[in-house]
């Protein structure tokens, strides 16, 4: 008998996937549509932070300026290089991947906080590259990338909505088949002790760099859709410590070891961060709101808003305990032989 | 010789930790390496698992030349250890904890679910052999200091090492634990692995070894059976104080 919990979560996952498909149906008009739009980029863009994040453990705040070269690598393709829309998305998207070959082979030898300022230096070292050389890059007077769709406002948000909607599920699909893979098992391990992982045979650096790659090259497919469906990049707002700062916010809030963690933040952040702008506008007050979602996700939910509702949830639901302290030894030889027989 | 360890040296800053160690051990032995603290057993350790890159000196596993390479290689060619401080992966289930000492030979091996039947029954038959399997879905961090130790020696046996390094096993263990490790690593002698023990409870270490080696000082200055180690004058001035 499927446990009460797990009945729960699967409904929980069927109506968020049913409300997102059904958004733009439901959105009162071309703003909010635009927001939803926003919203579904910061969850793929999470999702993709979450590969690093939260199977090595590793906090990257540099997915900003990975998400950039996407765009950029996007849009430049397309107007200098003259390719179609999507043709450019993928290659800027594999482009990206190839350079985080050695951006990755340096920053992954250092750990903690090395690593994280490390990941805040390859920010600020493209956003100077980007903006001083203008000539290629359009500087700070910004890249104007054409639109691939010759259709309505609106029409254009939904389209690009669901293109978004898509590539999350495609993002999600992935991490949950490295999730439950040997592969993923050794980045865990990793997560939890790098050393005593390299001990029992798992060549750390290999696997810290292949899922970096990973994790680059669709950050780079939310960047570069993101520059399709904005149409005008600025160096500015596209290697900005602040989107590494809100994927890190999204995915701790969520959850880092839950496959929904990353876009479950997304959307509280997302939504609270749109909303601190229509009410605010442009003042700081909107950081201040951030900063303050969390503090208070680190004080009282340190492992994220999913793993709290779980907790919650098994707290009612007795029976469904999994503590080893209130299971004798006899009781769990039991389920196991009762699973040694069954089809699992 | 199944494990030769040869002139090798280490120093961190002004401290020499390990002063020209030559040291070779015979198959299918207990060997217990003692000393007094510093002299040099753990960074003898950590150099031969590649943990610490010695400055000089060579380390020869089983006819394959392991100087200098990296941990993981040096695991992969049958040479397993524990930690000094037992070391596991808390957030992870013992039974997780265990899987991740098979880490894939290739890339596509990588993508299989790491649940699969083979792995984890042998997996859960490691658990059972060291008496932990009833605590095989709890997080290692939920369990006890010697549950710990346990779980530890599991996954180093889960990846078939031939030589198994221990560093101090009988640390913080209570009499009773103390004994079970004792018969088990025995037993595992008895089945042909090679065993390296660094131990301070000289009970453990007489009763246990076939072969003894003491440091001094980053070098060995006496080794044999231990009858004859619990007799050695130099050995006697060095450590046991007498």
Redesign the interface.
């Known amino acids: 008998m499927p446990s009460v919990s797990r009945v729960l979560k699967i409904a929980a996952i069927v109506l968020v996937a049913a409300a997102i498909l059904a958004f733009p149906s439901l959105a009162p008009n071309p703003y909010v549509l635009s927001a939803g739009v926003l919203v579904l980029n910061y969850a793929v863009l999470a999702t993709s932070w979450n590969f690093v994040g939260g199977f090595t453990g590793y906090i990257s705040l540099g997915h900003g300026a990975l998400a950039g070269l996407g765009g950029y690598a996007t849009g430049l393709l397309v107007v200098k290089g003259g390719l179609p829309a999507f043709a450019a998305l993928l290659v800027g998207a594999a482009l990206v991947a190839a350079v985080a070959v050695p951006v990755g082979f340096a920053a992954l030898r250092v750990r903690g906080a090395s690593f994280v300022i490390v990941s805040i230096a390859l920010v600020l070292i493209l956003l100077l590259v980007f903006q001083s050389w203008a000539s290629f890059t359009g500087g700070s007077r910004g890249l104007v990338v054409p639109r691939p769709f010759d259709l309505s406002r609106p029409e254009h948000h939904r389209v690009f909505y669901y293109l978004f909607a898509g590539l999350l599920a495609v993002a999600l699909l992935v991490w949950w ?2 999730d ?7 980045l ?2 990793i997560r ?2 790098e ?10 650096f290999a696997y810290k760099l292949m899922v970096f790659v990973v994790s680059a090259g669709f950050t780079a497919l939310a960047g570069g859709l993101y520059a399709l469906w904005f149409g005008d990049l600025d160096p500015v707002f596209q290697f900005s410590i602040l989107t590494g700062s809100y994927l890190v916010l999204m995915a701790l809030l969520g959850g880092v ?1 839950q496959l929904f963690g990353p876009l479950t933040g997304a959307i509280i952040v997302g939504v609270a961060l749109e909303y601190f702008k229509v009410e605010y506008g442009d003042t700081p007050l909107h950081l201040v709101a951030t900063g303050l979602l969390l503090a208070l996700v680190v004080l009282f939910m340190p492992d994220g808003v999913l793993p709290a509702i779980g907790d919650l949830i098994r707290r009612f639901t007795p029976g469904d305990r ?1 503590s ?2 209130e299971v ?3 009781e ?2 039991d389920q ?1 032989l009762q699973n040694a027989g069954g089809t699992r | 010789m199944t494990l030769t360890v040869t002139d090798l040296r280490k120093s961190f800053g002004g401290v020499t930790a390990l002063d020209g160690a030559t040291v070779a051990f015979q198959p299918g032995r207990i060997n217990a390496l003692i000393g007094p603290n510093g002299s040099g057993k753990t960074t003898f350790f950590n150099c031969v698992t590649g943990m610490i890159k010695a400055d000089s000196g060579t380390v020869v596993h089983r006819g394959r030349d392991l100087t200098g390479k990296a941990p993981h290689t040096i695991a992969r060619n049958g040479l397993g250890r524990t930690f000094q401080l037992c070391r596991t992966f808390p957030r992870m289930t013992a039974v997780e904890n265990v899987l991740a000492a098979v880490p894939p030979k290739g890339l596509i091996s990588g993508l299989r679910s790491a649940r699969r039947r083979e792995e984890t029954d042998r997996a859960m038959g490691w658990l059972t052999r060291l008496g932990i399997e009833h605590l095989a879905h709890a997080e290692a961090r939920d369990m006890s200091w010697g549950q710990q130790k346990l779980l530890e020696l599991a996954g180093v046996l889960m990846a078939e090492p031939q030589t198994v390094l221990l560093d101090e096993p009988a640390g913080g263990v209570n009499p009773a634990l103390l004994d079970r490790i004792g018969a088990l690593v025995r037993e595992l002698n008895a089945e042909g692995r090679t065993f390296v023990i660094v131990e301070h409870n000289m009970d453990l270490v007489m009763s246990i070894s076939d072969h003894i080696v003491v440091f001094d000082r980053g070098r060995p200055i006496a080794e044999g059976p231990p009858a004859a180690i619990r007799t050695d004058e130099r050995v006697l001035g060095a450590y046991l104080g007498v």
């Open positions: 088949l490295i439950r893979s040997v592969f993923g098992l050794g865990k391990s939890e002790d050393d005593k992982a390299e001990a029992l045979g798992t060549a750390t070891r999994t080893i302290r004798s030894a006899a769990l030889r196991r």
